[in-house]
């Protein structure tokens, strides 16, 4: 899921230019509630790439047509 993140980030960079994005540490933590404090980042800012709405979760997450006929081929 990572490398499809990352292609959606990367065509809309090139789509919209590097200038257009930033990355910013909004917090340091224990790696203890790395994914508490990152679903409360993901609720309050709503990022427009964000695929997940909990984080290490695939709650809400929709697979293509593709992948899903490729999981029912395995």
Do not use: W
């Amino acid at each position: 899921m990572l490398s499809n993140l990352s292609t959606i980030i990367h065509k809309a960079q090139l789509k919209y230019g590097h200038s257009n994005f930033m990355l910013i540490i909004l917090d340091c933590c224990d790696k203890k509630v790395v994914r508490l404090k990152e679903t409360e980042y993901i609720k309050a800012l709503k990022p427009a790439y964000n695929i997940l709405q909990i984080a290490g979760s695939a709650l809400g997450y929709l697979h293509t047509e593709k992948t899903r006929a490729k999981m029912r081929a395995n």
